[in-house]
């Protein structure tokens, strides 16, 4: 059973599907694309596994404490974990980047990895795994992302 967060869409979307064919139950988090998540649930349950859609702001510690109850309680078991969502936005100037914006970024990128290794760990069991990806942006870092480059370099 595998927990991806930001599984609806690119990345997020590939590993939930790849989990799947290769025989995985898979519950997965987005923001609000209501409709990426609906194709996500497609592809999960047409490779013949289960689809726990959940939608949140993963921003918050109780949120993420939440979800990995919600999937114990579907699937009675956490045996993967993939921090893989994120938020970006591009600038022209660093200059534009607000303290808010900021203050979301790293809340949303690397607060919330962390809330959720915390809720998840206890629960893998010998074996198990907790993978965080990240973006071609910790390594080779655009101007125009210079918030989400910092979090993910982190």
Known sequence: MA????GDSGIGRAIALAYAREGADVAFTYLSEEFDADETTRLVR????????????QRSSKACDEVVEQVLERFTRLDILVNNAAFQKSYNQLEEVSDDELQYTFETNIQSCFYFCRAALKHLPPGGSIINTTSIQAFAPSIHLAPYAATKAA
């Open 46 to 57: 047409e490779a013949g596994r289960e689809a726990l859609p959940i939608r949140l702001d």
């Open 3 to 6: 927990l991806i967060t930001g």
